[in-house]
Every structure is written in C-alpha cells, then in structure tokens.
Antibody, heavy 116, light 112 residues
Framework: EVQLVESGGGLVKPGGSLRLSCAAS????????MNWVRQAPGKGLEWVSS????????YDADSVKGRFAISRDNAKNSLYLQMNSLRAEDTAVYYC?????????WGQGTLVTVSS | DIVMTQTPLSSPVTLGQPASISCRSS???????????LSWLQQRPGQPPRVLIY???NRFSGVPDRFSGSGAGTDFTLKISRVEAEDVGVYYC?????????FGQGTKLEIK
C-alpha cells in the first residue's frame, strides 16, 4: 500500500524557517517524481515544487522561488521541503504528492502557520 | 502559465441525479508526446485530494464507474451518472502537460 506521511509543520514567525519531511513507503520511491502541493485555509490547491526521480530536475512555483528548496534522499525514501523567509501567505496545509503526468497519491498533509 | 477555469463553482444536486463539471484550459493540453495530461481530483470534507480520472478519461484504481471524463484540447468534462451522498466535496481539474502545474478553482458539489 502506498503511503506518504508528512511531518515538520507547525507555527513559525514571519521571516522564519521550517523543514518539511515526507516519508514514503509501499512503492519504489526512487523511480517516481515527487511534488509538494499546498492548500491555504478554505482555499484551492496550489502546486509548489516538483523534483525528478534522481533529482535530475527541479521546478518551483514563482511564489516560492528563491525561498523554498525541494530535495529528496532516495536511500531513505524521503522527500523534503526547506522553507525560508516564510510569509503569512505561506500558511497552508502542505501535501506530499507522487507523480509526474498526474498526481496519483497524496499524503494527509502537514499544517504550516506563519504568524507573529 | 496555463489557467484552468471550472464551471460551475457550486453545484447543488439531488441524490440519484447526474452532475457535470466543466473545465477549460487557456491553451491546449496536448503534450508533445501526444498525450493530454488532464486529471480530475476529488476532495471530501476534511480529507486530502484523491485522483479520480487521469489523461482525460482514465478512471484511477478503485474509482466507481459512475465517474467519467471526456474532452479534448482545451475543453473537458467530469460527469457523475448518479450522485451518491459520498460524492459530496470539492472537485478540481488539474493539468500536468507543462510546468507550472495548475489547478482549477474547484467546484463544490452539494446535495439539495
């Protein structure tokens, strides 16, 4: 069974940093593109970042470029999102998502709240 | 960026009746490889999204056959043949033809 379990969310002050993790199991992690997608409270879905199976490509949304960094460790079946210079508008549930041409499995999400 | 526009944004439906959601993209979703990477996602209240349909019309594993997708180019439709109570939630279309990946605004399906 495919499982994606996010962790690392919490309350952080504007300008602060946070690192999200996603533990993957139930599939051959190193063969899949992985993604982060976020959802602000009561709002729709926003793609954040994608990383290729061997970290061969990385794409970021303009809204996070230069502040967020996606990475992965295939030996640990883990995906990460380093978030720096956080802003109030980054407040959202962050989902770890599998897939390239389609997002087929989603984690339960981890809530990031940016507030003073 | 490709803009995805869904209509309607809210859809009150009677149980057992059909429902339909439209999604229009600002440019063609046909990829260079010939595929069209248009998906439909369902998000039930309090749950993460899950994929229903991928590449326009392919049902994902475990998705009931009352869900169907159709369309081509820039115009796509999700149909539910007979709405059940468990179908309540928000439905999103999403394109994965090019980066950045983009989603529609979401259509809230509710029971009358």
């Amino acid at each position: 069974e495919v499982q994606l379990v996010e962790s690392g969310g919490g309350l952080v002050k504007p300008g602060g940093s946070l690192r999200l993790s996603c533990a993957a199991s139930g599939f051959t992690f190193y063969t899949y593109t992985m993604n982060w997608v976020r959802q602000a409270p009561g709002k729709g879905l926003e793609w954040v970042s994608s990383i290729g199976s061997s970290s061969n490509f990385i794409y970021d949304a303009d809204s996070v470029k230069g502040r967020f960094a996606i990475s992965r460790d295939n030996a640990k079946n883990s995906l990460y999102l380093q978030m720096n210079s956080l802003r109030a508008e980054d407040t959202a549930v962050y989902y770890c998502v599998r897939g390239f041409e389609g997002f087929d499995y989603w984690g339960q999400g981890t809530l990031v709240t940016v507030s003073s | 960026d490709i803009v995805m526009t869904q209509t309607p944004l809210s859809s009150p439906v009677t149980l057992g009746q059909p429902a339909s959601i439209s999604c229009r993209s600002s440019q063609s979703l046909v990829h260079n490889d010939g595929n069209t990477y248009l998906s439909w996602l369902q998000q039930r209240p309090g749950q993460p999204p899950r994929v229903l349909i991928y590449k326009i019309s392919n049902r994902f594993s475990g998705v009931p056959d009352r869900f169907s997708g159709s369309g081509a180019g820039t115009d796509f439709t999700l149909k539910i043949s007979r709405v059940e109570a468990e179908d309540v939630g928000v439905y999103y279309c999403m394109q994965a033809t090019q980066f950045p990946r983009t989603f529609g605004q979401g259509t809230k399906l509710e029971i009358k």
